[in-house]
T-cell receptor, first 113, second 113 residues
Framework: EPEVTQTPSHQVTQMGQEVILRCVPI?????FYWYRQILGQKVEFLVS????????KSEIFDDQFSVERPDGSNFTLKIRSTKLEDSAMYFC???????????FGSGTRLTVV | DAKTTQPNSMESNEEEPVHLPCNHS???????IHWYRQLPSQGPEYVIH???SNVNNRMASLAIAEDRKSSTLILHRATLRDAAVYYC??????????????FGKGTLLTVNP
């Protein structure tokens, strides 16, 4: 069964550093998403992306965050200057045009120290 | 977003059916009912979705009340691998496939051997 692949599985970074989280969505999917889950809390929507632009973003997704689909296969989330409170699991998801279900990746655990 | 209410936790025995309830009394006529689950240390996983009619797939069945104010996810024979947090989520079908998911706390299902 097709999978959404996320790398790395775990990233440790120092506060103030930039991080890029990478995702390879399912190849024929058109809609892409990032969600995050702080330990012990709910899964939260960050951003949705379609046709090479952001279609919706949450209040969490401020100027420190950006997304890109640079080469038609990868979908990246960049955090420019990480804060301690950015520590969380980050999940990428993709969705096909005729499939209302999302496929999520296994996540990247980001630890900011 | 219309809200859903689920029990915090439920317990089941292996190989018995499980009925996971969800109340959504403020559902609008265009809201779809989605179910996802999250196994420990994994990303959410699509289970099933529906609008008005009951739905079946290889994972589960979804029974939707006639007034659509509640629904029940049915796992026909629970296995230990079904132990997870189950989320009932409403989302607006805008005519396209792009929609965001607003996760609540879900129901933690424990399956006893």
């Amino acid at each position: 069964e097709p999978e959404v692949t996320q790398t790395p599985s775990h990233q440790v970074t120092q506060m103030g550093q930039e991080v890029i989280l990478r995702c390879v969505p399912i190849s024929n999917h058109l809609y892409f998403y990032w969600y995050r889950q702080i330990l012990g809390q709910k899964v939260e929507f960050l951003v949705s992306f379609y046709n090479n632009e952001i279609s919706e973003k949450s209040e969490i997704f401020d100027d420190q965050f950006s997304v890109e689909r640079p080469d038609g296969s990868n979908f990246t989330l960049k955090i420019r200057s990480t804060k301690l409170e950015d520590s969380a699991m980050y999940f990428c998801a993709s969705q096909g045009i005729h499939n209302y279900g999302y496929t999520f990746g296994s996540g990247t655990r980001l630890t900011v120290v | 977003d219309a809200k859903t209410t689920q029990p915090n936790s439920m317990e089941s025995n292996e190989e018995e059916p499980v009925h996971l309830p969800c109340n959504h009394s403020t559902i609008s006529g265009t809201d779809y009912i989605h179910w996802y689950r999250q196994l420990p240390s994994q990303g959410p996983e699509y289970v099933i979705h529906g609008l008005t009619s009951n739905v079946n797939n290889r994972m589960a069945s979804l029974a939707i009340a006639e007034d659509r104010k509640s629904s029940t996810l049915i796992l026909h024979r629970a296995t230990l691998r079904d132990a997870a947090v189950y989320y009932c989520i409403l989302s607006l079908n805008s005519g396209g496939s792009n929609y965001k998911l607003t996760f609540g706390k879900g129901t933690l299902l424990t399956v006893n051997p």
